[in-house]
Nanobody
Framework: QVQLVESGGGLVQAGGSLRLSCAASGTISRTIFRANTVGWYRQAPGKQREFVATITTGGGTNYADSVKGRFTISRDNAKNTVYLQMSSLKPDDTAVYYC?????WGKGTLVTVSS
């Protein structure tokens, strides 16, 4: 199973920016990672996990309506890393953000947006 590690979360004021990273660890994980679509999901307190964005191996992207125009997903296969650049953050963006690839999930990174 692919092993993923998220990082970059933290506390930010509304209107601010953060960049999250999702890295694959281990040789097998990296091979799987490079060959698959990678997605970001988030789970706010008391809510179900929801889709945020995905990026295909060819760089095609898809976003949830709630983040379009504010978030940008990108990938660097040489570094086995997918990024989520988040701008114009809102308190509603507060959640634990998770990375997913080939059915594997990381442990998440917490993003807190203060008003």
């Amino acid at each position: 199973q692919v092993q993923l590690v998220e990082s970059g979360g933290g506390l930010v004021q509304a209107g601010g920016s953060l960049r999250l990273s999702c890295a694959a660890s281990g040789t097998i994980s990296r091979t799987i990672f490079r060959a698959n679509t990678v997605g970001w999901y988030r789970q706010a307190p008391g809510k179900q996990r929801e889709f945020v964005a995905t990026i295909t191996t060819g760089g095609g992207t898809n976003y949830a309506d709630s983040v379009k125009g504010r978030f940008t997903i990108s990938r660097d296969n040489a570094k086995n890393t997918v990024y989520l650049q988040m701008s114009s953050l809102k308190p509603d963006d507060t959640a634990v953000y998770y990375c997913n690839a080939a059915g594997g999930w990381g442990k998440g990174t917490l993003v807190t947006v203060s008003s």
